[in-house]
């Protein structure tokens, strides 16, 4: 894995369906993210506030690089409606070189 490879993540995050499209663009328009495949009626089950909850919510996979970790987290803290929003950063082991310059080049 070249050092270039390992500057981008993979981030996971869910938000209502209705308002996931528009989390995605002020991201993207903010260049903190490359792009985002939304997944829409993923069936979520959770444990909140001493209760099983069950929601319809969309699935986000957000593609960003490293540098932008924590202003990424804060923004989506910031438009995302739940208090204790999803964000799992994953580092992909392997991205072919097209996609990670594409990535880098949006995001740097």
Partial sequence: MSA???????????????????????????RLIACASLIPAVNSLYFWEGQLNQAQECQMILKTCTSNLKKLEAALAELHPYECPEFIALEPKYCSSTYLNWVNDYCS
């Fill in 4 to 30: 270039k490879q390992s500057n981008i993540l993979v981030i996971f995050t869910t938000a209502p369906q209705a308002e996931a499209a528009e989390i995605a663009k002020a991201l993207i328009e903010r």
